[in-house]
């Protein structure tokens, strides 16, 4: 699945179908649904576990709620690709939040953050979203409310992580979170 | 509701989703949404703004191993074209035509020597390759024989159970794995009848003393295919 297919009405539509028929028990549209649907959940959830055991774990676990929540997905319409995604960073956030210290940052990732130069960690999947609004909101923010808020989305930071790898104080890491998150609100506004 | 009060639903709805509300916080506003509409509805929005990010992520694609699994904990008989015909009656046939052929070699030699073969091995695994567990099945004998055959990381307050992954059928438990040595275990009709459908095995991770749903509930950690009637080693 190509990232334009991904975003395309008609993707969403495939998978908007695929997961009213798992609302139905039809495992082959389950199974159509986990060949089209979970490449892009792993990356999520290897994004912030960063251990790919754990995420591989965490993929089984998120693939069977899909499973039997698919029937609650009726209210969603329209946005399947979000909710899925959802219920994959969720699950990856309380893993996170359940073993904190048994998940540490991986020594790339680490070496990355810790060079105050270095924007890479974000501008990586930043630079894959052409022209999108989410992509022209971000522009919008300062350097630090944008590196904060992408490094909490994409990889689970909490604040304290951010803090010590931005080596900035906590109050003011919050706080960039805090604005930086406003502003991408009110630009996303319709 | 007021402004004010829609300002910090939208607050924590964003933090909720970026995962920066951590904590108790994020606990209540959990409980908040199973109630509040408005809450969901900025949630929605929370979601739908960021997801652009989440498809920008290169792609990785799972292990076969992945998917036998999902399947396994949802019910879903084990993916295989067809379903397999084990040569049974054959294997029968020359078993007992075997042990008649050493029956006249002698009754005592054969009483003090026998070991029968299994009547399938399925050797667990790591996804490295690394073993963990030989589990063997006797039909004749209505047992199965486990050895731990390398190093099994002991989990705790957690338990590794076996199952069988019959063709056309939910999964059955064949009971716990031991983390050293070896063990014998008398198998039911039920797990027996279920092992001749099965052409797979697999190992999940439940709380300790086992699942207790009957089916598995924790992450299926490995699979191994039931091999009929091994060449001896």
């Known amino acids: ?190 | 509701m007021n402004y004010d009060a829609d300002e910090l639903l939208a607050r924590l709805a964003d933090e909720y989703v970026l995962g920066t509300l951590r904590g108790r916080a994020r606990s209540r506003f959990e409980s908040l949404l199973g109630s509040n509409e408005r809450a969901r509805g900025q949630v929605r929005r929370a979601e739908d703004q960021w997801l652009a990010l989440s498809l920008a992520l290169p792609t990785v694609q799972p292990d076969a191993a992945t998917w036998t699994s999902i399947a396994v904990r949802v019910g879903i008989p084990a993916a295989s074209p067809a379903a397999r015909s084990r040569p049974e009656r054959t294997t029968w046939r020359v078993a007992l035509a075997a042990a008649v052929a050493v029956c006249a070699l002698g009754i005592a030699w054969f009483m003090s020597e026998r070991t029968p073969a299994p009547t399938a091995v399925a050797n667990l695994a790591t996804t490295a390759g690394a073993p963990l567990w030989t589990v063997s099945t006797f039909d004749e004998d209505s047992r199965l024989q486990v050895a731990v055959t390398g190093t099994v990381q002991r989990e705790t307050g957690r338990s590794y159970e076996l199952w069988a992954l019959p063709d056309g059928g939910a999964p059955v438990s064949l009971g716990l794995l031991p983390e050293d040595g070896q063990l014998g275990r008398d198998l039911t009709a039920t797990q027996l009848a279920a092992l001749r459908l099965s052409p797979k095995l697999a190992v999940s991770l439940e709380p300790s003393g086992g699942s207790r749903t009957g089916a598995p509930t924790g992450p299926v950690l490995y699979v191994a295919e039931l091999q009929v009637n091994p060449a001896p080693s």
């Open chain 1, 1 to 190: 699945m190509s990232p334009e297919a991904a975003t395309s009405p008609t993707d969403s539509a495939t998978l908007e179908v695929l997961l009213r028929r798992c609302a139905l028990q039809d495992r082959r549209a389950f199974e159509e649904l986990y060949r089209a649907a979970s490449p892009r959940l792993l990356a999520c959830l290897l994004a912030i576990l960063r251990r790919r055991d754990l995420a591989d774990e965490a993929l089984q676990e998120t693939f069977v709620r899909i499973w039997h929540r698919a029937n609650q997905f009726d209210g969603y319409r329209g946005r399947a690709a979000a909710w899925l995604v959802a219920i994959a960073r969720y699950h990856a956030i309380d893993i996170l939040r359940g073993n904190r210290s048994t998940v540490p940052l991986a020594d790339a990732m680490a070496a990355v953050l810790d060079d105050p130069t270095a924007v890479h960690a974000f501008e990586v999947t930043e630079s894959a979203m052409t022209d999108t609004a989410l992509q022209r909101c971000l522009d919008g923010l300062t350097l630090e409310q944008r590196r904060c808020v992408v490094l909490a989305y994409s990889h689970g930071l909490s604040h304290e992580d951010i803090s010590t790898q931005v080596a900035s104080p906590l109050g003011t890491v919050k706080s960039w979170v805090r604005r930086g998150l406003q502003s991408l609100r009110r630009c996303m506004q319709p």
